[in-house]
Every structure is written in C-alpha cells, then in structure tokens.
C-alpha cells in the first residue's frame, strides 16, 4: 500500500496531504500572509520557503520522506496537454522554472515534488495542470488570427467533480455530456463531452464571466484604450485583469462572504456586482451547452463560491431548463491528485511523459 505525498500550492496557502493509496491520513492547509509572499519578487522565488514549510509540517506529523513512495504536486502554466498523471522529467521543470506561459502558484507543484522526490528517489507526478487542453478545432479560432484561444482552467477539479457526477449519474464520465461551473478566485465553466472538456473559458487571461478576483471578458476596444491611456504601466494593467479585477475592483474583497454580510447591511451596489457574476456565469453555462448542441445530462457546480446556497440559486434559476443542477460546493483536489498518482503506482495507467 503505497504512502503518497500530496502538495498542492495555490495563491495564499499550500495544501499538504499524505494518503494510504486513495485514503487520506491527513490533510494541512499552510496558509501564508501576504506579508510573508510580498517578500518574494516571483512565485518562483517562493520555493525555498513553502519547501521547509511543508518539512517542517512533515517532521511535526512525525512522517519522514523515506517513508513515501510517490510525491504528487499540482502542475502548473505548462504548454497545452491532454489529461492524465504526467511524470515530473527535466523538461517539465524548465518550462515550469522559465514560466512562458505565465506565473502561477501551481508552477511550484512540480518542481517542489520533483525536488524532494530526487533526494529520495522516488517518482514525482502531477496530474491534470491548468493547461489540459482538449479543445476541439473549431474553439479555438478568434477573430485575430495572431490570437489563438487557449484552454486554462480548473482542469483538476473540473475533472475530478465531472467523474463524481456521471457516477452520481450512473453513468461514466464517456458516456455523458456534463456542464461544469468552479467558482473560486477565478470561475471556469467547461463543456464536458464525453470525457473531453471540448470548450471552456480560459478562465486566466480574460475570458467569461468575471469573479472574485479577475475581471473576465471585456468590451476589448474600450480595454485598448485604457492599455494606451498612459494612466497604467502593464504590470498595472495586468493587476487589473487577474488578482485586483472582479468583485474585489468593485467592492474591496475577495470574499464573497463578505459580499453577503454588505448585502445583508443593505448594500445595493454589492447585490447588483453580485447578482451580475451569478448572471455572466449563468450565461456562460448556456453558451457551453449550446457548444454540446443541447444534449446536457446535467450541470455541475463547484469551488468555494459553491458553499453559498443563494448564489448557486441564483445560477440555478437561470439554467435549469438546460439539464438538472447539481452542487459540489468546495474542491476535490487532494483526492484527484493522490488518485492520478495512485492510478500509476498500481499499474492502472501509465504516466505520461512531457517533452
Ligand atoms: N461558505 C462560503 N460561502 C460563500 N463563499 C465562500 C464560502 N467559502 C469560500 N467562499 C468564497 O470562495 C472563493 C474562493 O474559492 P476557492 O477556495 O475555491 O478559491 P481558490 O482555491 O482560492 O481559487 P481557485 O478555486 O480559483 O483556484 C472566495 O471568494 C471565498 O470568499
Ligand atoms: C484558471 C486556472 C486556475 C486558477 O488560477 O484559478
């Protein structure tokens, strides 16, 4: 019974597991301060100091890495892949340490588990990055031929929650077409048909509706205008659409709980921003299920956004002609990932390999 090693690090914490092949021992949220990340000029930077916290919470548990069989991190801003357990290979750590394709905390999955599962040479895996891409031709095509769509979302817990559903359903995950919806910092919505998640918003660089902390799609022209306005410098600019857009530009957080305690003090602006999220997310889930022509078994809602009862009503009002609505408020992605890796080490599937 193989004892694997979960890390998953997100923006503000980084989560710990260690599971008994699929069964959690435990699982530990680290949360970091602002002050402390502030330190670091980049994500990468943060290495170091999320690796001796994750040691420094191993050792306090008692648990030595000798122990552990397998480490599996949470893979980051990669170039486009299909779904699957990957190997951590050099390849995949240049990539992730060069961050073409963007700074994401999810980068430090693999090359923290990658790191640590070398001194003890041990295999290193992450499973389904931000960059599964499994779009069919057609998505991808904008009306600027410089512009390709890409396909950046919550692949792990999409996927994760997709499978949970069609058993929910009866059914598996190939034999249905499901309407995914994660609602957390940012919100995806994917069009999930036949085990494959044909169209989704790429839920990083400005597409769909907005959300807690970024500003989704724009009136571009007047976004153009705002970039030449001499007002912003891009880095600016770049806050404005991913981590200061959304909720927090309007309102000053990023929690929606917070939201709802305004609303309750009978703040309007905070019901209006509030009810337009609930709405552009609405709008997208009818946009993915015209992208599966219509033929919707069900819609899924997650994330942490989820937990709140009146805005999946608020959701659920608006899309329920499409398919039946059903709620998986939080995430699955601990599991998902101790499942991928689990399904290597016991000879289920074979890892893939990134180059
Ligand atoms: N019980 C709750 N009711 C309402 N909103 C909640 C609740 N719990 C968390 N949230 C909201 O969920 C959002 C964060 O969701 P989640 O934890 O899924 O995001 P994340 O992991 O930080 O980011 P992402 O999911 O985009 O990777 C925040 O806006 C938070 O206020
Ligand atoms: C879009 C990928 C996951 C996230 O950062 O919200």
Redesign the pocket.
């Known amino acids: 019974m193989p004892l694997i090693l979960v890390i998953n690090p ?4 980084t989560k710990v597991a260690v599971f008994k092949d699929t069964v959690p021992l435990f699982t530990e949220t680290l949360r970091h301060n602002t002050e402390e990340l502030s330190k670091y000029k980049s994500i990468i930077d943060q290495f170091e100091f999320r690796t001796q916290a994750i040691l420094n919470m191993l050792k306090e548990k008692g648990i030595s890495l000798s122990e552990i069989d397998a480490i599996v991190g949470r893979g980051g801003l990669l170039k486009p892949i299909e779904s699957g357990t990957y190997i951590v290979n050099e390849k995949m750590i240049e990539d992730l340490k060069k961050a073409e394709r963007g700074e994401h905390a999810s980068n430090l999955g693999g090359i923290i588990a990658y790191t640590l599962a070398k001194e003890h040479n041990i295999p290193a895996y992450i499973v389904d990055p931000v960059v599964v891409d499994e779009l069919e031709d057609v998505a991808r095509i904008t009306g600027m031929p410089e512009i390709e769509k890409s396909s950046i979302f ?1 692949a792990l ?1 999409q996927k994760a929650i997709a499978r949970r559903l069609a058993a929910d359903l009866h059914k598996k995950y190939e034999e249905v077409n499901l309407i995914i919806a ?7 919505v994917g069009a999930h048909k036949h085990g494959r998640v044909v169209d989704v918003n790429d ?1 990083l660089n400005g597409e769909g509706p907005f ?3 970024r500003a989704g799609g724009l009136p571009v022209l007047d976004l153009v205008k705002l970039c030449y306005s001499g007002k912003y410098t891009y880095q600016e600019m770049k806050k404005k659409l991913i981590g200061q857009g959304g ?1 927090v530009a309007h309102l000053g957080t ?7 305690k305004k609303i309750e003090e009978g703040d309007k602006k905070a019901e209006l921003v509030l009810e337009a999220m609930a709405y552009q997310t609405a709008k997208e889930i009818g946009a993915m299920a015209v992208v599966l022509k219509g033929h919707v078994d069900a819609v899924g809602i997650t ?6 009862e009146d ?1 999946v009503k608020r959701i659920s009002e608006r899309v329920k002609f499409i398919a039946p609505v059903y709620v998986y ?3 699955d992605e601990m599991l998902a990932l101790a499942q991928g890796a689990y399904r290597v080490l016991s000879g289920e599937e074979k890892a893939k390999m990134y180059s």
């Open positions: 997100g923006s503000t914490s919550h817990n994660h609602l957390g910092g940012g919100i995806s839920a959300s807690p902390e909720i990023n929690d929606v709980r917070e939201v709802y994330g942490g956004i989820a937990y709140n805005f408020p939080g995430e």
